[in-house]
Each structure stands twice: as structure tokens, then as C-alpha cells.
């Protein structure tokens, strides 16, 4: 059995679908028990079982998993780049991680588990994913502090040997749809043109970027999901790895792609940021992606305008949106 933890969630619930796009159906869903009938993400989904995220863990520490376990991919965490309750954080996003990840390796069951690119912070540090340079990175919020301490933790007690991290940039695409403010900003932008035909985006206040050119690494969920698949396909590929799309784009050029799919002119209005974030606020990500090509994965991955272009007109357009 493959467990998916956060699997009503936005990546666990694409990997989902992934997984019955391939004939998979031997899956254990663990989640929130709230949102199993809320978010919509489940509909039309196989999977043999569903069990809380709470029941589960006590599952584990009992050694007494529900059947034999196969792997265990483990996205479900508090996504939340603005949580502050640093308990709740390292209780959900740190413990839980660490106690399905000794007892996964400790009995050689596939695990591959979220981290995430805010834990690179400001970028000042770059984004290359060697873990002897995990020491260096300042994260600039509780969210990325927890995540970077999992990876610490995992490369001091020498499981990266044996498991997968990976550090996702800024993910878009179906099955986000929960997410109110932490959705991508292409849903975003979708809801708002299609109602007023304009959008707004902040203002810089880096002298090195325009308004609107502040750069990302925007990456569509469908290639996260051929990532995790490959890794859960070649067991002897562990390691941290970047997961993006290897180019930074400006949010003008992915607003733009949303006008263009929608069929309607461009008109991006800038606002002002708020106080609270420009302290936090990051200009530039690109993920260096050398590491998991030389780990062997050579599927390519979509250019920007074509993944928002495939996200607008396969799925929000349409009356099912999820994948």
C-alpha cells in the first residue's frame, strides 16, 4: 500500500490522481478529517482507504499500520507561509514528519516528503540543493524555519541516504482550490480577470526590479507529480532535491499568460505592498535543477505559458476542475 498523507490537499490529491493515471489504486489517504468531504479533491479519486492524519500517527507509533506499507509520501504539513504558532509548527511540521520518517526507514519503506523553497529565505544564500550547505540558509519565516529543520535533521542523522526531500518552488494547478489565500496566484488572477478584466500586483521596492518584474520559479503541479513518481520508481535516488521549473519568470509574464489564456487584453494594476511583508518579502528564486538531471530524471518539464495555459483551459474553464 502507498500511504499519501495530505492526500485531500492540493499536491497529495494531484499525486493521486497521478497514481490512478498509472493503474494505481492501492493508496491510503490520511488527512484532516474535515476536509475529506470539503474540498472536492477526492471526487473521482481510487483508493482503497481513508484515515485521519491523528489516527494514523498513533497507527505508526504502535507499529501497526493498517497493512504492509509500501511507501509513505508525505505532503501533508501546514502550508501556511504566514502561521506564527511556532508549537503548532513543530508539532505538525516537524515531529510528525520525523516520526514517519524513522519508522519508514527503519523498515525500508519508500519515504519522500515535502520540503520547500522558503527555506532558502531571501535567496542571498542561492538555491543550490546541496545539503552540506544547509547550515547557511536563514528562512524568513516559522513555516520555512520548520522545514529546514526537518532537512537539518535528516542529513545529521544521516536518513537522506535512505529518503527523498523535496524542495518545492512556487506550485500551481489544479486542486488548489481550498487554499483561499495560499492558492498560486494564477487562481488568483483567473477569478479576479474573468470578473473585472484586471488584476493587481504589488509594487517593487528593490531599485534592482521594475513593478511586477520580481522574479519566481513558477512550477506547474503536474510536473511536481512526474517528479514524485520517478522517486517513488527508483528507490535508490534519495537525497534533497529542487523541484521546479529551472526558470525564474517575472509575475507580469505569468499574469500575462492568464490574460492570454483567457482570451482577454492585459491590464495589471500595482498596488502596494503590505508592511508586514516587505520585510519578508522574497525578489528572486530560480531553482538550480543540475542535481536531480544528473539523478537521472530526463522528462521535460512545461514552460510557463504552457502550463498556465493547460491549467486555465483543462481545468478552471471547465465545469469539473479538478484533476
Not at 7 to 35: P, T
Not at 122 to 140: T, Y
Not at 222 to 250: E, Y
Request: proline share 4%.
Amino acid at each position: 500500500m502507498i500511504v499519501v498523507t495530505g492526500g485531500a490537499g492540493f499536491i497529495g490529491s494531484a499525486f493521486i490522481a497521478k497514481l490512478n493515471s498509472e493503474g494505481i489504486r492501492d493508496i491510503l489517504v490520511v488527512d484532516e478529517d474535515a476536509v475529506r468531504d470539503t474540498s472536492g479533491n477526492l471526487n473521482n479519486k481510487a483508493f482503497l482507504q481513508f484515515m485521519s492524519k491523528g489516527d494514523f500517527l498513533e497507527r505508526i507509533k504502535a507499529d501497526k499500520p493498517p497493512r504492509p506499507l509500501r511507501a509513505i509520501i508525505h505532503m501533508g504539513a501546514c502550508s501556511s507561509t504566514t502561521e506564527q504558532d511556532r508549537e503548532y509548527l513543530r508539532l505538525n511540521n516537524f515531529e510528525y514528519t520525523k516520526t514517519l520518517a524513522e519508522y519508514a526507514t527503519k523498515r525500508d519503506i519508500r519515504f519522500i516528503y515535502a520540503s520547500s523553497a522558503a527555506t532558502y529565505g531571501d535567496g542571498s544564500q542561492g538555491f543550490d540543493d546541496n545539503e552540506r550547505q544547509l547550515d547557511l540558509l536563514k528562512p524568513l519565516n516559522p513555516y520555512g524555519e520548520f522545514k529546514h529543520l526537518f532537512d537539518v535533521w535528516a542529513r545529521d542523522n544521516r536518513l537522506l541516504k535512505k529518503m527523498v526531500g523535496l524542495k518545492f518552488f512556487n506550485v500551481y494547478g489544479p486542486n488548489e482550490y481550498h487554499k483561499g489565500n495560499m492558492a498560486s496566484v494564477v487562481w488568483k488572477a483567473f477569478n479576479t480577470i474573468q470578473a473585472t478584466g484586471s488584476f493587481s500586483l504589488f509594487k517593487s521596492y528593490h531599485p534592482e526590479y521594475k513593478d511586477g518584474e520580481q522574479k519566481r520559479d513558477f512550477l506547474y503541479v503536474k510536473d511536481c507529480c512526474d517528479v514524485m513518481l520517478w522517486f517513488l520508481q527508483h528507490p535508490h535516488a534519495n537525497g534533497i532535491f529542487n523541484v521546479g521549473s529551472g526558470r525564474a519568470s517575472t509575475w507580469n509574464e505569468l499574469v500575462e499568460a492568464v490574460f492570454a489564456a483567457v482570451g482577454k487584453p492585459t491590464n495589471i494594476n500595482y498596488i502596494e505592498m503590505p508592511e508586514a511583508l516587505k520585510g519578508q518579502y522574497q525578489y528572486f528564486s530560480e531553482a538550480p535543477m543540475k542535481k536531480l538531471a544528473a539523478a537521472g530524471y530526463t522528462r521535460r518539464l512545461y514552460p510557463l505559458k504552457r502550463g498556465v495555459d493547460d491549467y486555465v483551459k483543462q481545468h478552471l474553464l471547465k465545469t469539473s476542475k479538478h484533476w
